[in-house]
């Protein structure tokens, strides 16, 4: 550690300074001096090479043994402290800058009611700081920072891992805002069933769902996207709750119900964190699994392959007598590879979402 430290215009030096000074004066060795001030040889050594900061303990017996206050030699220690910290702090806002390259403050602008400042890049990183109540913006580039990443990290980039750790701190602050009771898992799963019943009802879903959720202890959080976070959606504990978070940005049906019955199929399992854009592994199989199978029984699926009529009317039919929203279906022949993702005919099938979040 050195002597002293120069930023701004401003220098302030460590106490060793002084202290080595005295000790050289003194015409006594390290040994001797440490005896008379009541301390070992070894922390006089420390703090003689900057390698120590000054306890209190010390500074009283300086004070005592050369005649100064014991206020002086603490505040030389603050006021190096201080400037340390406002060098690291300049630095730390260096960092920030470098991450919040990979932010859009409009997002938050227009979602959240952040002020318009254009062009004043500080103040940005200030207001989304604040916002997402933490100390820098750099703490989101950490993979580990809100919850773990299941699987295929290898190719999420720096981006991704920002942009997904933002998504999950926001619906956690949304979270640690809502009353819930202690999480039920029997109440979970009738929850999930209810949900089933629901897929037709496309105006009136959201709050249904969130409601019964909510009294099973679940915490449901849909979000606007981020552009670019390749985010599906997220599980994490908190407390005795669980929040679940999905975003607007697969707006069709079938892929928001299957999105949805994916994180469900997560906590069911007991396995949270964050959901990407083709991931594999086992847990994501599972989901995957538990969503199809949910979604669309797979004994009735198996029967309406068997019959192999896939047009429109053959397709509402079968939506109807297993009580699903048609584009459901749709999707998961597409996905299948027995429809066309680009077939016209089956566009009346299709339904977007206009999914308003509260700020």
Not at 37 to 47: E, I, V
Not at 109 to 122: I, Q, T, W
Not at 242 to 263: G, P, Q, Y
Request: hydrophobic share 40%; glycine share 4%.
């Amino acid at each position: 550690m050195s002597d002293y430290i120069e930023y701004n215009d401003k220098i302030a030096f460590h106490p060793e300074y002084y202290i080595k000074e005295i000790v050289e004066n003194s015409g006594l060795t390290q040994e001797v001096f440490a005896k008379r001030l009541d301390t070992t040889p070894k922390n006089l050594s420390l703090l003689i090479r900057g390698e120590q900061s000054l306890s209190i303990d010390i500074a009283m017996k300086l004070s005592r043994m050369i005649g100064t206050s014991a206020n002086y030699w603490l505040n030389l220690q603050n006021a190096y402290n201080a400037l340390i910290a406002e060098c690291k702090s300049e630095e730390e806002l260096v960092r920030e800058r470098k991450t919040f390259e990979y932010f859009d403050y409009k997002y938050f602008r227009d979602n959240y009611g952040l002020p318009d400042l254009p062009r004043k890049k500080n103040e940005q990183i200030k207001r989304v700081r604040q916002f997402l109540n933490v100390a820098t913006l750099s703490v989101f580039a950490k993979r580990d920072m809100a919850v773990s990443f299941r699987n295929s990290t290898k190719e999420i980039s720096e981006g991704n891992i920002i942009k997904a750790n933002v998504m999950v701190q926001i619906a956690t602050n949304k979270a640690l805002k809502t009353e819930a009771p202690k999480f039920n898992k029997k109440k979970f799963e009738d929850a999930v069933k209810y949900a089933l019943t629901l897929t037709k009802n496309h105006e009136e879903f959201y709050p249904l769902i969130r409601n019964a959720f909510l009294e099973a202890g679940v915490i449901f959080i849909i979000l606007p996207n981020m552009s670019g976070s390749k985010t599906n959606g997220a599980t994490k504990k908190i407390g005795d709750n669980i929040m679940r978070m999905v975003n607007d940005r697969r707006l069709n049906a079938d892929s928001f119900w299957f999105t949805l019955f994916h994180e469900i199929g997560h906590i069911v399992n007991g396995d949270y964190g964050i959901s990407f854009e083709k991931e594999s592994g086992g847990q994501e199989e599972a989901a995957d699994k538990f969503a199809e199978d949910s979604l669309i029984p797979l004994e009735r699926y198996q029967d309406f392959l068997a019959e192999k009529k896939f047009d429109l009317q053959s397709i509402k039919t079968f939506a109807n007598q297993i009580e699903r929203d048609s584009g459901i279906i749709l999707g998961r022949l597409q996905k299948d590879g027995i429809i066309s993702f680009d077939d016209w005919r089956m566009k009346s099938l299709r339904h977007k979402y206009r999914v308003k979040t509260a700020l």
